[in-house]
């Protein structure tokens, strides 16, 4: 979501996957990377997009967060695309006075 929306541009063609265990698996030639986040985030669906095809997708909001909350110094090329208000509504499910400062602080600076 994160490069579709155009926040991040480098090119990755793994698909990352949410979850609660860490692990990377490779089918059919596609790189699936599974990456562990808190149970209490994991099964909150606020900022989750359910597709018709029954695949939930994070919005470009939530993905931020999780990828700044798993990746501390994770540089970002463009935040413009980003809802802040739905960022400032979701950054309490994360229960992250860390995550909180790094968000203010990086919002602040765009």
Same mark, same amino acid.
């Given at each position: 979501m994160l490069q579709?929306?155009?926040?991040?541009?480098q090119y990755d063609s793994?698909?990352?996957?949410?979850?609660? #265990?860490s692990r990377a698996i490779n089918v059919e030639n596609r790189t699936y990377?599974?990456?562990k986040i808190k149970e209490n985030v994991l099964i909150d669906t606020t900022g989750i997009i359910r597709q018709t095809?029954?695949?939930?997708?994070? %919005?470009?909001e939530r993905a931020f967060l999780d990828l700044?909350?798993?990746?501390?110094?994770?540089?970002?090329?463009?935040l413009n695309p980003l809802n802040k208000k #739905?960022?400032?509504k979701l950054l309490p499910l994360?229960? %992250?006075?860390?995550? %909180?400062?790094?968000?203010?602080? #990086? #919002? %602040?600076?765009d």
């Open positions: 579709k929306t155009g926040i991040v541009f793994r698909i990352t996957v949410i979850s609660y #265990l990377v599974f990456r095809n029954q695949i939930n997708i994070a %919005s470009a700044f909350h798993l990746e501390k110094d994770y540089y970002f090329d463009n #739905l960022i400032y994360y229960h %992250s006075k860390t995550l %909180s400062f790094r968000v203010n602080k #990086l #919002l %602040s600076n």
